[in-house]
């Protein structure tokens, strides 16, 4: 399914570890979300991404990560 999805929620004992994934493709237009209150991760796994957050424009490829502030807006493009 496209979009973004929490696939972990918080438990013993790993308390604070919020996952989720962002399958996207071009066609489907971007990804949009606040961070809130967490720090946020992500992990390019396939293809190539854009990530606009804080202002800043980053192209992610397999394997290259990003940390992204509490409180960030972001939006995630597919290639």
Do not use: S, W
Not at 2 to 30: D, E, K, S
Not at 52 to 67: G, I, K, M, S
């Amino acid at each position: 399914m496209l979009g973004r999805h929490p696939i972990v929620a918080p438990r013993l004992p790993v308390r604070q570890l919020h996952v989720a994934r962002i399958i996207g493709t071009a066609v489907n237009g971007p990804v949009e979300f606040q961070t809130g209150v967490r720090e946020t991760g992500l992990v390019c796994l396939k293809g190539r991404a854009f990530v606009l957050a804080a202002d800043e424009l980053y192209e992610l490829t397999p394997f290259d990560a990003l940390y992204v502030p509490a409180g960030t807006d972001v939006r995630v493009d597919a290639d």
